[in-house]
């Protein structure tokens, strides 16, 4: 798929199974990803988001939305990125961490909104972990891209 086109294509049938699953299992947390990198020493939020926008344009991924158009889901990749990542103040009780990823890693994912979602989470003045939390049928795509090479 190109960067920077609005366009729709039919899923796989690989995507199409998690799709079925997630319509008919809504928001069962077992296709769910946590993926977690720990931030230590000073951070400059500015260039953090400005990477993060910049991955977003470069990589159709993270730009991929799964939509339904005449009964039957399409995916598309959005022209601009549209994922923020969220701030998270944890400082107060730092270990409450594990607990909170658990219960963003369960939350529902809203397909035609798209297939992840980012948080900051900040647990002291020098420390923070970054999260990115997946639908599997996002790495569906990356499988099927890995075995192209």
Not at 123 to 142: G, K
Request: with cysteine; proline share 5%.
């Amino acid at each position: 798929m190109d960067g920077g086109v609005d366009r729709r294509v039919g899923l796989t049938r690989r995507q199409t199974l998690f799709w079925l699953d997630e319509q008919l299992f809504a928001g069962a947390p077992y296709h769910h990803i946590a993926v977690t990198v720990r931030l230590e020493g000073p951070l400059d939020r500015t260039r953090l988001e400005e990477a993060f926008l910049a991955t977003q344009r470069d990589v159709d991924l993270l730009r991929l939305v799964i939509e339904v158009e005449d009964g039957r889901p399409v995916q598309r990749v959005r022209p601009e990125p549209s994922l923020v990542i969220e701030d998270v103040d944890l400082c107060a009780d730092p270990s409450s961490f594990e607990r909170w990823r658990a219960e963003r890693a369960a939350r529902p994912f809203d397909l035609a909104s798209g297939l992840h979602r980012a948080a900051l989470v900040t647990l002291s003045e020098t420390s923070r972990v970054l999260c990115l939390f997946l639908h599997h049928i996002a790495f569906v795509v990356v499988f099927k891209s890995c075995n192209r090479l």
